[in-house]
T-cell receptor, first 110, second 114 residues
Framework: EADIYQTPRYLVIGTGKKITLECSQT?????MYWYQQDPGMELHLIHY???????EKGDLSSESTVSRIRTEHFPLTLESARPSHTSQYLC?????????FGQGTRLTVV | AQSVTQPDIHITVSEGASLELRCNYS??????LFWYVQSPGQGLQLLLK??????LVQGIKGFEAEFKRSQSSFNLRKPSVHWSDAAEYFC????????????FGKGTHLIIQP
């Protein structure tokens, strides 16, 4: 079992609220990722990190931001949630040949 | 840019029958290739991976996949499916040591008929 955790699993929140999706891993991996997945669709990379104090934007433009203050922690923040942000967000960490995924956060903005 | 194509959006197979899920990729160098499975409301679980060596790779849950460079394919197979195999299956391609993530196909939804 992979040791990567996301909280909350499900979140329903009103428009305009600030939210933070948590992701933690205990495997000591330097590389971490956030993917966005709409229902029935593929995963799109929105953020990644090479290690502490490193953050990069992914292939899909996103209004969210990330931070990497500690190796094990890679939170994603939306300053002002909108209905268009409704999606599933998956966090992953990677060693050389394998990426480990959390169970995801299903976000609904109403 | 790398890309992954999974031509079949849905596949329906009878329990006990064999299965093949197709995956084609576009990548400039020798790719790292992966198959992941996702059950409803869950994250992704790695079934198998290929990065070098034997082109036929064995994975968990009785799955295998064959890398065919000439066809740019990495099809997933299972000789006899079980009802618990019903899920979404994603093929992905990525760089070996890179930190820029994996590129995923759109997924194939597998339905198992009793």
């Amino acid at each position: 079992e992979a040791d990567i955790y996301q909280t909350p699993r499900y979140l329903v929140i009103g428009t305009g609220k600030k939210i933070t999706l948590e992701c933690s891993q205990t495997m000591g991996h330097d590389k971490m990722y956030w993917y966005q997945q709409d229902p029935g669709m593929e995963l799109h990379l929105i953020h990644y990190s090479y290690g502490v104090n490193s953050t990069e934007k992914g292939d899909l433009s996103s209004e969210s931001t990330v931070s990497r203050i500690r190796t094990e922690h890679f939170p994603l923040t939306l300053e002002s949630a909108r209905p268009s942000h409704t999606s599933q967000y998956l966090c992953a960490s990677r060693e050389r040949t394998e990426a480990f995924f959390g169970q995801g956060t299903r976000l609904t903005v109403v | 840019a790398q890309s992954v194509t999974q031509p079949d959006i849905h596949i329906t197979v009878s329990e006990g029958a064999s299965l093949e899920l197709r995956c084609n990729y576009s990548y400039g160098a020798t790719p790292y290739l992966f198959w992941y499975v996702q059950s409803p409301g869950q994250g992704l679980q790695l079934l198998l991976k290929y990065f070098s060596g034997d082109t036929l790779v064995q994975g968990i849950k009785g799955f295998e996949a064959e890398f065919k460079r000439s066809q740019s394919s990495f099809n997933l197979r299972k000789p006899s499916v079980h009802w618990s195999d019903a899920a979404e299956y994603f093929c992905a391609v990525g760089q070996g040591g890179g930190a820029d993530g994996l590129t995923f196909g759109k997924g194939t939804h597998l339905i198992i008929q009793p």
